[in-house]
């Protein structure tokens, strides 16, 4: 798993009893030629066999990124599922993206069916994403020379955010119509609001960090993907009978370590400022 990964999630792969090896974050498309066959340890441990020697396939890799089952469970299967709980009514589409299969899948199956729907990717700081949906070039300031503070994507986010093009984000660029950009501020004082308001505990999408351990990425789209759905409700006016959808698709209790740890945040330079939804959900 990647070193950079919140504990909470290598904790429970441990207690159901799986051998756990972190090694430095890698990006599958700029580094190697990885397909969905075999993931064997570089660990030189007494039972591993040398690099050289032939082995048995000891794992399967998935592969999400590129792998396009992923587009397409959500193309047969979330997209659909939308379609009806809805009653084949909504405005917007709203999610974020990490292997695009989500935005992709459910996007293309949504505008078949009602062209006029606005499909919407929420980015979180440090991804490339949103200036490739805005401007056609995939950057971002943060990943600049002498500014970057991670060795992935600049943010708190785990599962959202990405600097390069996947096989099923490709998917989704000629059908998303805009991208919004949401900071770490706006998705961790979202994340408080929530369970304020609503008794939601859930995950967010976006992160600052400090060298060496503080070095990391925290949640998952689902406060970065509510800033983004309040921000478009917000542009669908009259605000009456509009119905605009997106996905919360983690919950808080794999995240007390980072997102959920005040402390850590404060040495990470995050704000926790409910104003900042108070003033977000106002219609004035």
Not at 222 to 227: Q, R, T, W, Y
Request: charged share 25%; proline share 4%.
């Amino acid at each position: 798993m990647p070193d950079d990964i919140a504990a909470e999630k290598v904790l429970t792969l441990r207690a159901l009893g799986a051998d756990i090896e972190q090694i430095r974050a890698q990006d599958f498309g700029r580094n190697s030629r990885a397909t969905t066959s075999v993931v064997v340890s570089t660990n030189q441990g007494t039972d591993t066999p040398a690099l050289h020697e032939h082995v048995e396939p000891r794992g399967f890799f998935a592969d999400q990124f590129e792998n396009m089952s992923n587009f397409m469970a959500h193309y047969e299967g979330t997209g659909p599922e939308i379609w009806q709980q809805t009653n084949q009514s909504l405005n917007a589409f709203v999610s974020g993206a990490g292997t695009g299969g989500t935005i992709a899948g459910v996007a293309c199956y949504l505008k078949e069916r009602q062209p006029t729907i606005r499909i919407v990717l929420s980015d979180p700081e440090g991804s490339g994403l949103y200036n490739k949906v805005k401007h056609g070039v995939m950057y971002d300031p943060k990943e600049s020379e002498g500014r970057k503070r991670r060795h992935q994507v600049d943010t708190i986010v785990e599962g959202i955010g990405i600097n390069r093009l996947t096989r099923n984000f490709q998917q989704a660029l000629p059908v998303i119509d805009d991208a919004i950009r949401v900071t770490d501020e706006e998705a961790v004082s979202m994340s408080r609001y929530l369970v304020k308001h609503d008794g939601l505990f859930l995950g967010s999408s976006s992160g600052k960090s400090k060298p060496d351990d503080l070095n990391t990425s925290i949640h998952r789209a689902i406060a970065c993907n509510l800033v983004a759905a309040v921000k478009v409700a917000k542009t669908l006016a009259p605000f009456t009978g509009k119905r605009v959808v997106t996905i919360l698709c983690d919950s808080g209790s794999r995240h007390y370590s980072k997102f959920w740890n005040d402390e850590y945040l404060k040495e990470a330079g995050i704000k926790t400022d409910l104003s900042i939804i108070d003033r977000l959900v106002s219609r004035a």
